[in-house]
């Protein structure tokens, strides 16, 4: 089985199948060829070494091969591309999500998949909030950077349960998080930057500032007390 790799744990094979179908079926093959394979759609499979989500089959060799037996069935050999999903451990995934909590980030994944993200695997930066009736886990070093029911975030495998299809997911490395952020234009990312480098810079000023003008004004009281010493020194 040959395979061709897809971002965000899709992957294309080129496969050589035999399925074994009852002499029932012997009247109209094709149909169930495709009854056959219709029949694993969503659901791992170990010899694919993944969920299948799609295929394109055709009969390589239109001979049988029966096997013997009380009810004989035949095997018919294909040629077939399967899509399938395959999340491993440090893979990125995104996905939508549909449910927030105070402890945890809910995702569905290719609408059929779903992850959960608890708060031990989601970076300090995000702090849960509700804000005008909606809750957001939203970013401290970047405003724009939220997370909320709908938004499509990108996060890293930790888990994958095969039986019911479920994701554990991790949200600290920083390549994670809202993709509209995380994909957002160079730009738009460079002014964010020189904006807060900018606002740093005008506050230092105005820290300057302030101890430029204690410091005067430490100097101006000296100036003030001295002269007066001076002033009540002299002869009237």
């Known amino acids: 089985m040959e395979e061709s790799g897809m971002e965000l744990g899709l992957k294309v094979s080129d496969a050589e199948l035999v399925l074994y179908l ?19 759609l969503f659901k791992f499979n170990e010899t694919f ?13 239109e001979s049988a091969k029966i096997l013997p037996g009380l009810n004989p ?3 018919v050999k294909l040629q077939a591309q399967l899509l399938l999903f395959y999340p491993k451990p440090d893979m990125l995934l995104e996905g939508k999500v549909v ?5 945890s980030i809910h995702v569905v994944v290719l609408g059929f998949s779903s992850a959960t993200i608890i708060d031990e695997d989601i970076r300090e930066e995000f702090s849960y909030k509700v804000k005008h ?20 975030v990108r996060f890293v495998v930790k888990s994958f349960d095969e039986e019911i299809l479920h994701i554990s997911g991790s949200l600290v490395p920083p390549n994670t998080g809202s993709v509209s ?11 964010t930057t ?6 740093k810079e ?19 009281d000296k100036q003030i007390k001295k002269s007066k010493k001076h002033s009540s020194g002299k002869p009237r």
């Open 73 to 75: 069935y035949f095997g």
């Open 194 to 199: 020189s904006t807060i480098k900018k606002r």
């Open 202 to 220: 005008h506050n230092m000023e105005n820290d300057n500032v302030s101890l430029y003008n204690d410091s005067v004004s430490l100097k101006s």
């Open 99 to 103: 449910k927030l909590g105070e402890h």
């Open 22 to 40: 009852h002499p029932s079926k012997s009247k109209n093959v094709t149909h169930a060829i495709f009854d056959e394979l219709s029949s694993m």
């Open 181 to 191: 952020w995380l994909d957002k234009p160079l730009e738009e990312a460079d002014t």
């Open 49 to 61: 070494d993944g969920v299948l989500l799609a295929y394109s089959a055709f009969t390589k060799d």
């Open 133 to 152: 009736g909606k809750e957001v886990f939203a970013s401290s070093l970047n405003r724009r950077h939220k997370i909320e029911i709908g938004t499509i």
